[in-house]
């Protein structure tokens, strides 16, 4: 019967068809990589959508929140779901990058954010 296969035949199969990495491995991968893992929906929920979406993103100001709710939302995952190894790997990452914001104002916020979500505050976003 084609329509199942036993073991055997998978593991001489020539092509790999799917990522059976488990998410807290691929996060741990990309985060030891430097990249950020953004789990942002903020501008769908604050309303920037649609125009008033293209009236941020086409001059750029939108850039202002992106990196800041990247790091948001991606803390409020390495606490709440993370394995000890990732949260550890995350939140390195998260200080370098918080690190590199330029705005003062921003960074300041952003700080106090993260100490916030530390503590259990959750859904934080600009």
């Not at 995952?77 to 998260?94: A, M, P, V, W």
Request: glycine share 6%; charged share 30%; aromatic share 12%.
């Amino acid at each position: 019967d084609y329509s199942h296969k036993d073991d055997e035949s998978r593991k001489k199969s020539q092509f790999v068809l799917g990522d059976t990495r488990s998410l807290d491995d691929v996060i741990y991968e990309l985060a030891n990589n430097g990249y950020i893992p953004s789990f942002c929906t903020s501008c769908y929920r604050a309303g920037r959508t649609g125009e008033h979406f293209m009236e941020f993103a086409i001059p750029g100001f939108v850039k202002r929140f992106c990196t800041p709710n990247a790091l948001l939302t991606f803390a409020e995952y390495l606490h709440d779901f993370s394995s000890e190894r990732t949260l550890k790997s995350g939140l390195q990452l998260i200080d370098r990058e918080v690190a590199k914001i330029e705005d003062p104002k921003m960074k300041e916020s952003v700080i106090g954010k993260l100490a916030e979500m530390e503590a259990g505050t959750r859904d934080l976003y600009y």
